[in-house]
């Protein structure tokens, strides 16, 4: 399915009807479209017939109900996972006044990931293909249905599930154009991350778009010999060749860049690796996420004293650092643990 075979379907309607489905599918958010009663009964008949709206799907809710997981059934039976992260309001008077309310759904991008990441669930098990742009959009518009039933609103969207965006340029892009579109799902550009692991061709290509989105790049490691033992794909895109992408893109956008930093237990989260760190990040532009590792069988997570002395030589070199809030765990949906392993609580 796609929007293209969509919109044949409105060609010999009168123009106002293909705007009327749209409104109804991105804007009030039908789950089907009998209840899109703007459009004539014989359309919606054919509609539901040739372009069908249900998501199937199954939901795993975190304990803390910040975190929702849902698990998508695509047309071909494969399945992939998405999630949504409740962010809670800073402070009593923004929850009482709405501010700060923010609903950010982690997108996958591929079934399964061709990069095997030695740190991440979904890099083992294996690549299966790329998502098409309608099934990344569906990712979006299943928790947007989901969040409509408590009166709320999806505001961020992060390419931070399965697969690695930049491998699926085309889709992806074309994706965050629907869900940008004024006539589609309206959402600002500037709410859209794309987390890369240093595709250098991806990074030089989104430097050209006309899109203010956010770039973001996982980096968890400040040397080369490390890194590519955690991601072998560093290999071929060594630290330097993407600190010279990411300053070109700099230079075209002005725009702020992250770097990801899963903290991981005696492997990278040492003084000396914080130090190499400060050396590679002291940019301006540049800023750190530093990330509590998930467990997924292999490593273990930095303990919280390290993680704050870690943050503390950054910050002291002048490095400006954020620290990730753990979503997720208990039902696997933290960063690096989306498998799409079916009936998993
Ligand atoms: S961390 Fe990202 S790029 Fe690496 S294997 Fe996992 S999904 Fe793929």
């Known amino acids: 399915m796609d929007l293209i075979q969509f919109q044949r379907l409105f060609d010999k309607e009168p123009g ?32 539901n017939k040739k372009w069908p709206i249900e998501i199937p799907a199954k939901t795993f809710i975190s304990k803390d109900r910040n975190t ?37 759904i982690c997108v996958s991008s591929q079934v399964g990931c061709p990069l095997n990441c030695s740190f991440c669930a979904t890099g083992k ?16 518009l299943f928790f947007a249905r989901y969040l409509k039933k408590i009166k709320e609103k999806v505001t961020n969207i992060v390419f931070m599930g399965m697969g ?3 491998l699926n340029y085309q889709n992806v892009l074309g994706a965050i154009r629907i869900l940008n ?17 240093g595709i250098v061709e991806g990074i030089e290509k989104l430097a050209k778009e006309k899109l203010q989105i956010n770039l973001a ?13 955690l991601m072998p794909i560093n290999k071929k895109y060594p630290i330097k060749k993407i600190l010279n992408a990411v ?23 040492s003084e000396e690796h914080a130090k190499t760190l400060v050396r590679l990040m002291k940019k301006p532009l540049y800023f750190v996420n530093l990330i509590s590792y998930n467990f997924t069988g292999i490593f273990k997570s930095s303990p919280a004293s390290r993680i704050k002395k870690f943050k ?18 208990g039902i696997e949906a933290a960063c690096g643990q989306l498998v799409a392993k079916d009936g998993r609580k």
Do not use: C
């Open 312 to 329: 503390e030589i950054l910050e002291k070199e002048g490095v400006t650092v954020t620290q990730r809030y753990r979503f997720g765990e």
């Open 181 to 197: 579109d004024k006539e589609g799902f309206n959402l600002g550009a500037r709410h859209f991350s794309i987390s890369t692991v």
């Open 217 to 229: 790049i996982s980096l968890h490691a400040p040397n080369d010999e490390l890194r590519s033992k």
């Open 247 to 269: 300053d070109d893109y700099i230079k075209k956008t002005r725009r702020r860049v992250m770097f990801e930093y899963i903290m991981i237990k005696n492997v990278n989260d």
């Open 68 to 104: 929702t997981k849902a698990l998508l059934t695509l047309k071909d039976d494969l399945k992939i996972e998405t999630v949504l992260m409740r962010h809670k309001p800073r402070s009593r008077a923004s929850s009482l006044q709405g501010r700060d309310k923010r609903n950010t």
């Open 16 to 47: 106002y009807r293909l705007e009327q489905a749209k409104k109804a599918l991105f804007h009030d958010l039908i789950q089907n479209w009998q209840t899109a009663k703007t459009l004539p009964l014989s359309l919606r008949e054919e509609l």
């Open 125 to 140: 098990m294996g690549f299966e293909r790329n998502l098409e742009v309608w099934e990344i959009v569906e990712q979006v």
């Open 164 to 166: 690695e965006p930049f």
